[in-house]
């Protein structure tokens, strides 16, 4: 039974590192779109490109409609972590995660009550006053009608996401690398061997315990030790 002989090897790991893909989003009721068909969509909806609507020129220059895409179809208020995520934090809790690593932006881990995550693309729920530097929940975003400013001083407020064009922070890559170098078992969610998250971090990971679970099947998930092509959320809870 496959879910025996999963448990069997967290159980005897100490150091487990998740890394959670982007698909995941669709379990926690965020809308499957295409990426082709949202390209067209956006572009017919807003005349710019999703990367250019999510840009820093676009933040700085019309910032009007940088705020409009990004409230309308970035942020997702009834957006809730799926049992996966509540999973991943009983694990960290009972001390077999040690780190969980995403590049989804939407702090779903986070929600869901995990610690040690390294959010590589930053998340929703941090925004900061760029000239202050004071904070602002996602909410105080959600309910501005124009551009979200400062309380304090009016500049406007930045949402704490690495936007299109600009790089990672190398500080995160590192500790997500070094993490991943020292695990001794990596769980992949929702995501294979070729995403960019995968592709950026596997390579730091030299042991026998790379293990996939995810709904599609790829042609890489021969590269895994283990794959279970199924929902997370249909078998996290049974590992806890
Ligand atoms: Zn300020």
Redesign the pocket.
């Known amino acids: 039974m496959q879910i025996d002989r999963l448990k069997e090897m967290i159980e005897e790991s100490e150091n487990v590192v998740a890394l959670t893909g982007s698909p995941l989003l669709e379990e926690c009721g965020y809308p499957y779109v295409r990426y082709a068909d949202a390209i067209y969509d956006i572009e017919s909806k807003y005349g710019y490109s999703p990367d250019e609507l999510f840009s820093l020129s676009m933040y700085k220059y019309r910032p009007e409609l940088f705020f409009r895409y990004y409230r309308e179809e970035v942020l997702h208020e009834k957006l809730a972590p799926s049992a996966t995520f509540y999973a991943l934090a009983e694990m960290e809790r009972r001390g077999k995660v040690k780190m969980i690593v995403t590049r989804s932006i939407h702090g779903l881990c986070t929600i869901a009550g995990c610690r040690n995550v390294i959010e590589l693309r930053g998340s929703v729920l941090r925004n900061t006053?760029?000239?202050?530097?004071?904070e602002y929940p996602m909410e105080y975003i959600l309910k501005s009608t124009k551009v979200p400013v400062?309380?304090?001083?009016?500049?406007t407020?930045r949402p704490g996401i690495v936007l299109a064009g600009e790089m990672l922070d190398n500080r995160l890559v590192t500790q997500a690398a070094d993490a991943i170098s020292q695990a001794d078992m990596v769980l992949v969610l929702g995501t294979n061997l070729k995403s960019d998250l995968t592709e950026q971090l596997i390579k730091y990971y030299r042991r026998k315990k790379l293990v996939l679970i995810k709904k599609e099947e790829h042609y890489m998930d021969r590269y895994a030790d283990y794959c279970i092509n199924d929902y997370p959320k249909n078998i996290l809870p049974l590992l806890v």
């Open positions: 006053c760029p000239h202050c530097g004071r400062c309380q304090d001083c009016f500049t407020v």
